[in-house]
């Protein structure tokens, strides 16, 4: 499975990004979709995933102002941000988790991260 995450940038405190992702490879192994990111120093966070179905997790940090969504038809997950703060800034990486079978245990696939810079 292959992921290219795009649509970071630069954004004043308050504004908006969108960022994409799109799968490509065994895409029907896939169950779960998601970004992390991570700042300068800091360990790898959660910021949100998404099921098959739909169903979404978020981090403590971004809820009620992210929403993820997610294409099964373009196999595209989607993180809509708003009411950017600058403690948003970091490295942002999509993420797809094929579950653990009989034979192996799950197995995690990043893409090459997507910069987010938030001005205050």
């Known amino acids: 499975v292959q992921l290219q995450a795009s649509g970071g940038g630069l954004v004043q405190t308050g504004g908006s990004l969108r960022l994409s992702c799109v799968a490509s490879g065994s895409i029907f192994t896939i169950d779960l979709m998601g970004w992390y990111r991570q700042a300068p120093g800091m360990q790898r966070e959660l910021v949100a995933t998404i099921t098959t179905g739909g169903m979404s997790n978020y981090g403590d940090s971004v809820k009620g102002r992210f929403t993820i969504s997610r294409d099964n038809a373009k196999n595209m997950v989607y993180l809509q941000m708003n009411n950017l703060e600058p403690e948003d800034t970091a490295v942002y990486y999509c993420?797809?988790?094929?579950?653990?079978?009989?034979?192996?245990?799950?197995?995690?696939?990043w893409g090459q991260g997507t910069q987010v810079t938030v001005s205050s």
């Open positions: 993420n797809a988790k094929k579950p653990a079978t009989l034979n192996e245990g799950a197995v995690r696939y």
